[in-house]
Each structure stands twice: as structure tokens, then as C-alpha cells.
């Protein structure tokens, strides 16, 4: 399968910053890539869709203006968590589609802990 | 909007038993995937399946994609202990789409 990678693997800051995290296709070129959050013991929703090239699709409920996300090229799509508060303490997970688009493959996540 | 159900929400199995979860669906998937994943980590892909009524299997790990393509479910025979972990199933409509998540089965097995 493909291999996804997101740095940092865990983070901690506090009320009011700015978190930037990473997420890379290393074996393949993904021009579609996907944000997911995850709270403790849920599942894991769908944030947004990232587009290569063009502005991201974000799901009903996600406010685009605090969750910027930049797909700069075919193997990196950025998340940037604005103004991070408590309540966005998660775990934080990206998906990039395998061969043929009807695969997903996941990051190990990045852990997100708002102070 | 879809939803995805899963039974049993969680399970606690003697090790070396085989354990059968499904996963239902309000609408129709052209793709179901079965994902574990393991505390701290990002979920990890079991099985894929891309017809309906398909059968595949992946070592111990057998699911099926049901004939109304609004079901599928997953069958682990002889549990080891390495098998706990949550258990995803998830539907894609069309290639390169969002894939939409269940709410996840949790395994314990009991040495």
C-alpha cells in the first residue's frame, strides 16, 4: 500500500496560536488528499478535502477560515489550525487516495493539545 | 447525509475464537474497506472490495461486500491477542472520493 507520513506526530501550544501540521505521499502523487479529526473513542470524521492546486472543499460544520488547508504540491497538503482553542485538542489524520482512487490510505496522525 | 453502522459495538473474545462484525448502510458504496487501528496511530487498511457479493480474504481476515451494496461485513478466525484494536468499515461512492467511517467495533481478545 502507500506509504503517508504527517509531522509532527504530536503537539502542544497554547489558547491562541497557530499549529501547522504536515501530511506527505512518499511512494505516489496525490493530487486529492484528505483531513480527518478524531475525538477519544469516535471515529473519524471528515474535515475537508484537499486539492491540488485549487481551494479546499470543506464538510458542512468546518469552519474554512480556522482550519486553512494548502495543497502546495502533489505530495504535501498542509493543515493550519488557527487560533487553536481547547475544544480542538484531537487527533488529527490525513488520507490519501491509492492507485485507481478507490483505496484510502492513512497518516499515523498527529496529536493535537490545545493548553 | 450517509451513515454507517457497526455491530457489535464492542466485543471480548477468549483468544483462538473466530469473530464476525458487519457494518450497514443507509445507501449504497461501489467500495467497502475494513480498517484496524491500534491506539495513537492512524488506521491501517485490512481488506478492500469492489463488487458486490465479492468474497476476499487477507490471512485469518475474511469480509464479504453485500449483495444490496449497503452491507459487508468482516470474519477473524483463531483470534490472537495482536488482533485488538478498533475495527472500521468504510463506503466510497465513486473513485477518489471522501471515504465516510463507521463508528467503529472494539476487540478484546483474552489469552
Known amino acids: 500500500g502507500a506509504v503517508v507520513s504527517q509531522h509532527p506526530s504530536w503537539v502542544i501550544c497554547k489558547s491562541g496560536t497557530s499549529v501547522k501540521i504536515e501530511c506527505r505521499s512518499l511512494?505516489?502523487?496525490?493530487?486529492?488528499m484528505f483531513w480527518y479529526r478524531q475525538f477519544p473513542k469516535q471515529s473519524l470524521m471528515l474535515m475537508a478535502t484537499?486539492?491540488?492546486?485549487?481551494?479546499?472543499?470543506?464538510e458542512q460544520g468546518v469552519e474554512k477560515d480556522k482550519f486553512l488547508i494548502n495543497h502546495a504540491s502533489l505530495t504535501l497538503s498542509t493543515l493550519t489550525v488557527t487560533s487553536a482553542h481547547p475544544e480542538d485538542s484531537s487527533f488529527y489524520i490525513c488520507g490519501c487516495p491509492g492507485t485507481g482512487g478507490n483505496t484510502q490510505y492513512f497518516g499515523p496522525g498527529t496529536r493535537l493539545t490545545v493548553l | 447525509g450517509q451513515q454507517l453502522n457497526q455491530s457489535p459495538q464492542s466485543m471480548f473474545i477468549q483468544e483462538g475464537e473466530d469473530v464476525s462484525m458487519n457494518c450497514t448502510s443507509s445507501s449504497i458504496f461501489n467500495t467497502w474497506l475494513w480498517y484496524k487501528q491500534d491506539p495513537g496511530e492512524g488506521p491501517v487498511l485490512l481488506i478492500a472490495?469492489?463488487?458486490?457479493?465479492e468474497l476476499t480474504s487477507n490471512g485469518r481476515l475474511t469480509a464479504q461486500f453485500g449483495i444490496t451494496r449497503k452491507d459487508s461485513f468482516l470474519n477473524i478466525s483463531a483470534s490472537i491477542p495482536s488482533d485488538v484494536g478498533i475495527y472500521f468499515c468504510?463506503?466510497?461512492?465513486?473513485?477518489?472520493?471522501?471515504?465516510?467511517f463507521g463508528p467503529g467495533t472494539s476487540l478484546s481478545v483474552i489469552p
Open positions: 468504510a463506503g466510497q461512492r465513486t473513485s477518489y472520493d471522501k471515504v465516510i
Open positions: 484537499s486539492n491540488e492546486g485549487s481551494k479546499a472543499t470543506y
Open positions: 511512494d505516489f502523487q496525490a493530487t486529492t
Open positions: 472490495l469492489y463488487k458486490a457479493g
